[in-house]
């Protein structure tokens, strides 16, 4: 008789299945059809989506997705993602079974959930691929798994990674591959994280009026903020930052990709590059801390779109600190994670940064 095991399941944000207009167009559908990344209601959010959005975004999409996109292996994101499943499940051994999905198309979360209920693991514990929590993604991540195994008769027990923005293997991994590139040479760092509407914010604290500015999140994670995205980058931030020994007046916290004319959380990556280029600086060192694997939003929105706006503005170079992606110490922090040695939850002494 087979033992039991232990399921995990590391889900990321998703790809299309091919860089092709039609693909393409299926994912933006799925994705941006989720009420929690365009948090709208339902009959104005299709309206827009499907006769607005998608139409116009998905022949450029397509375009950039095809640029980044490798004849032998694809997406970078389901690259990465496949193997970061393959060496976590090598480290974890026999006693557990890894699942990889995607929020969005393909791995679904529906067939990873039906290969771990074959297994008939004992347990489950759910990794969401965000360092730090977001409504639009962790959120969604949990929102989809709990939707899945609403039929389910026979639960095994639970448990869901929150966030893991101050994990020290994380940081340790971006330091390391920031040295790389010998940080000396550079003039200025930014760290560009992932953008988000202001307005999914609101309720980060239950009162549905948090405002980051007013609660401090630029300078400090407690009790009162730690739902918060904004203090969660900032605290991975300030960790990297510590960690490589760089001063405040050093580096920039900004936010990229925004869609739509409502306020995102500011300052925006473009309108930082056009500040530091000002000032002077020439050559860039840039994190991007939000994402666990180099996907279409570091290699070509930071690596090629912001570079060549950055020479614009007047600067030189902007070079991207390479994503954890496979390096051997992240797929320890995974393991922990798995194993439950860290549960996600900041501990009080985490909280003081
Ligand atoms: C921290 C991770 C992410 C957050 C937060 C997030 C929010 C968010 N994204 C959009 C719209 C788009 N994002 C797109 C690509 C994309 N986004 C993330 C991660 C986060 N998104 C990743 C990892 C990727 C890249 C996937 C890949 O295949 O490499 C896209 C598609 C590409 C494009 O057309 O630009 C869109 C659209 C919104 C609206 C949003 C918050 C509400
Ligand atoms: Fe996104
Ligand atoms: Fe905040």
């Not at 095991?5 to 799925?30: F, H, M, Q, W």
Request: proline share 5%.
């Amino acid at each position: 008789m087979s033992k039991a095991k232990k399921g995990v399941l590391l889900i990321n944000l998703g790809t299309p299945d091919s860089p092709a207009v039609p693909d393409v167009k299926r994912y933006l559908i799925e994705f941006l059809m989720d009420g929690r990344v365009i948090d709208i209601p339902a009959w104005r959010r299709a309206l827009l989506v499907r006769g607005i959005i998608v139409p116009f975004r998905a022949p450029n999409s397509a375009k950039v997705y095809q640029a980044i996109w490798d004849s032998q292996t694809g997406s970078p994101l389901l690259y990465y993602s496949r193997m970061q499943r393959q060496l976590l499940q090598e480290r974890l051994g026999d006693s557990y079974h890894v699942e990889l999905a995607m929020r969005y198309q393909n791995p679904s979360i529906p067939a990873a959930l039906a290969n771990l209920k074959k297994k008939n693991v004992d347990s489950i514990r759910i990794i969401p691929l965000f360092p730090q929590y977001a409504s639009a993604t962790t959120g969604s991540v949990i929102e989809k798994v709990m939707e899945v195994m609403r039929g389910w008769q026979t639960f095994p027990e639970l448990s869901v990674v929150n966030e893991f923005y101050d994990n020290e293997l994380m940081v340790e991994v971006f330091a390391e591959n920031a040295e790389k590139h010998r940080p000396e040479t550079y003039d200025h760092f930014l760290f560009s994280y992932h953008g988000l509407p202001v307005r999914q914010l609101l309720d980060v604290d239950g009162t549905g009026k948090h405002v980051c500015d007013q609660a401090g999140c630029r300078e400090r994670i407690d009790e009162t903020n730690k739902f918060c995205y904004v203090a969660q980058c900032y605290a991975t931030t300030r960790s990297i930052a510590g960690r490589l020994g760089l001063k405040a007046d050093d580096y920039t916290v900004c936010f990229q990709s925004r869609l739509g004319k409502t306020p995102w959380i500011q300052p925006y990556t473009s309108d930082v590059l056009k500040d530091v280029a000002a000032r002077g600086k020439k050559r860039l060192l840039v994190f991007s801390p939000a994402f666990v694997a180099d996907c279409l939003e570091t290699i070509y929105e930071i690596g090629t779109e912001y570079a060549t706006e950055f020479k614009e503005f007047g600067g030189e170079t902007v070079q991207l600190v390479e994503s954890l992606n496979d390096h051997a110490k992240w797929i320890i922090a995974l393991e922990q994670m798995a194993r439950g040695e860290l549960t996600g939850w900041p501990t009080s002494e985490r909280l003081t940064l």
